[in-house]
């Protein structure tokens, strides 16, 4: 491959702490190859790692003195040598949400903000990063992906970096920032007449067909370990302690389920202490497989057909829904669905407290936050974290008429003033009493 010497600073010697793919159901084990199926029993496939091997080499030190990105965690992600792609995606601000904490009646919350992440603003840069470093390493110069939209901006755009060729699937109906978002970057974008999950089915067949690198599909056991970063940047950024709560959104539900593996891996190589962590989960009401399963206790996930403005989080067939749901049950955890109205007041409230503009999928976490508050789900003192994963200017028609609007004036002191008195007087009718 041409860019093995891309970047001098590194060798091409392997390196790999990882050991192979096993399957998450029978354990079978496979050679580390593009494939997510198991053979046996079509159990979805993992990376597996060495993590005596990884315990031996990796210090808090030494993760503190690597790059300032989810590369510093190097040595869990499925890559065999040290030329990775590296577009400064990851270590994105926790932030103490204090103002949103008191409206909420929260003590202890945080803000993990991939709304800034890098380069196309949302937690997919993650999986990506990784899923592309490994399809160099494994030979493709075609990559693709089947998408909700902010994976379609990455993998279009981090492919653009790498110099591979780009094929991108997405449902016609994308808001507008999203398709824009991907084909700035050139590459062959592909939007099908159907749903997410009609997507997802065509694209399983081109994999097949075409022998393309598909980062969701015949590269997912790669893709997916991308998510664990959102562990373990918590978990530094915290002190090196684990939080108490967390409340993340679910598509496939595979974000959720990764980001407790990243929290287990850690204790497990003994850079963190151990406890309990709750793990509750977001979906939108209009596509709430994963909900309606974890409330019936059903033990199956029965797939809808998406309807809700939350496009990015719209999965009606999620493969990871099943593990979502145990590890919410495991952890005394919860998993709930809020309307599209909800919502959007999600993402006014995190705007107003916390100055974050959030996409629709943030702001299904923050109203299924407040819901888990409201209820009594979620404890006060808990140090809560919430995962805020896309940003806010890619889904602008979700809440166009349902934000105020500029005062329009001349370019006159006098209009100004005029404008600013009505607008005291609106204000100051707001917030009367109404009496009747
Ligand atoms: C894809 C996506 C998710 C969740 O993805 P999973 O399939 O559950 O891993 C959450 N938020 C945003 C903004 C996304 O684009
Ligand atoms: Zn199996």
Same mark, same amino acid.
């Given at each position: 491959m041409t860019s093995a010497t891309q970047n001098s600073r590194y060798t091409s010697e392997k390196v790999s702490t990882f050991s192979g793919l096993k399957c998450k159901e029978c354990g079978a084990e496979y050679e580390a190859k593009a494939m997510h199926v198991c053979e046996f029993c079509f159990g979805p496939l993992e990376v597996a790692y060495d993590y005596e091997a990884i315990a031996a080499k990796v210090t808090r030190e030494s993760i503190q003195a690597g790059p300032n990105s989810i590369w510093r965690y190097r040595d869990f992600l499925p890559v065999e040598t040290d030329n990775y792609i590296d577009v400064g995606t990851g270590m994105t601000p926790l932030i103490k949400a204090s103002r949103l904490a008191r409206r909420l009646g929260l003590k202890n919350l945080y803000i993990k903000n991939d709304a800034v992440n890098m380069p196309t603003l949302s937690f997919k840069d993650r999986v990506v990063s990784v899923a592309l470093s490994r399809a160099r390493e494994l030979g493709f110069s075609t990559v693709a992906c089947a998408s909700t939209g902010n994976l379609a901006n990455s993998t279009a755009a981090i492919a653009a970096h790498a110099g591979l060729d780009c094929c991108v699937f997405i449902p016609s109906d994308l808001e507008a920032g999203k398709v824009l978002g991907t084909v700035i970057y050139a590459p062959k974008v592909f939007a099908v007449h159907g749903n997410y999950d009609q997507v997802n089915r065509l694209c399983s067949e081109v994999a097949n067909t075409h022998g393309w690198g598909f980062v969701n599909i015949n590269l997912r056991p790669y893709y997916s370990e991308g998510s664990k970063t959102l562990g373990y940047e918590v978990i530094e950024q915290l002190g090196w302690q684990l939080p108490d709560h967390i409340v993340a959104p679910l598509a496939s539900g595979s974000l959720f389920t990764k980001i407790y593996k990243g929290f287990q891996e850690f204790v497990k190589v003994g850079l963190v202490e151990g406890k309990d962590v709750r793990f509750s989960g977001a979906q939108a009401e209009g596509c709430s497989p994963i909900a309606s399963a974890f409330r019936d206790g059903r033990d199956f996930v029965t797939p809808v057909k998406p309807k809700t $403005?939350?496009?990015? $989080?719209? $999965?009606?067939?999620?493969?990871d829904g099943i593990y979502a749901i145990d590890i919410a049950r495991k952890t005394n955890g919860n998993i709930e669905s809020v309307t599209d109205a909800e919502i959007i007041e999600g993402m006014k409230l995190l705007a107003e407290t916390e100055g974050i503009f959030t996409e629709t999928a943030g702001g299904t976490t923050i109203a299924v936050l407040k819901k888990l508050v409201e209820a009594g789900k979620i404890d006060p003192d808990e140090t809560t974290v919430a995962y805020i994963t896309g940003n806010g200017l890619k889904t602008q028609e979700a809440i166009q008429g349902y934000v105020g609007e500029p005062l329009q004036i001349e370019p006159k002191l006098n209009s100004f003033e005029r404008a600013l008195e009505r607008s005291h007087t609106l204000e100051r009718l707001e917030w009367q009493p109404v009496s009747v």
């Open positions: $403005i939350a496009k990015s $989080i719209a $999965i009606g067939n999620p493969a």
